[in-house]
């Protein structure tokens, strides 16, 4: 009686670890939702000395109440793609997290939520070439 006991108990056990390790491989499984390609506009972007992997937009709300920014993951001189550029301004402006009419017009934290799972591109010319800057969506309260 003992042994049929413990063998429920073991096979219990064993189906749970189971059912755990299914659930966490599929959350590591997370997929990237897709490529975006924004045109690096140096009237748009901020970049301060002291934090130069960090690129600011001037929509941001700011470290205080919680501020949206990239931050850089690498540069790349020769990609190839076939997808266009975007405005990083105008896709900003006419996303669901900016409002006109709000004080703090852009929600940082909901941009930088939604830009999570995407792999991002600055593209910036110099000298008639494109440099490919990879970076992440970020957000920081000071």
Not at 22 to 44: E, G
Not at 77 to 104: A, C, M, P, Q, V
Not at 113 to 136: A, C, H, N, R, S
Request: no cysteine; glycine share 4%; proline share 1%.
């Amino acid at each position: 009686m003992k042994s049929k006991f413990k063998n429920i108990i073991l096979k219990t056990n064993i189906s749970l670890l189971f059912v755990v390790m299914i659930s966490i491989n599929l959350q590591a499984q997370k997929k990237v939702k897709d490529t975006l390609f924004f045109t690096y506009d140096s009237n748009y972007i901020t970049i301060y000395p002291e934090n130069p992997n960090y690129y600011y937009i001037k929509d941001g709300s700011g470290a205080r109440v919680g501020g949206f920014y990239f931050t850089e993951v690498q540069k790349i001189k020769n990609y190839k793609t076939k997808k266009r550029e975007i405005g990083l301004k105008e896709f900003i402006r006419s996303s669901k997290f900016y409002d006109e009419n709000r004080r703090l017009k852009l929600r940082d934290y909901e941009l930088s939520d939604y830009l999570e799972d995407y792999v991002i591109f600055l593209v910036k010319t110099e000298d008639g070439k494109k440099k490919y800057i990879q970076v992440e969506a970020s957000f920081e309260i000071e």
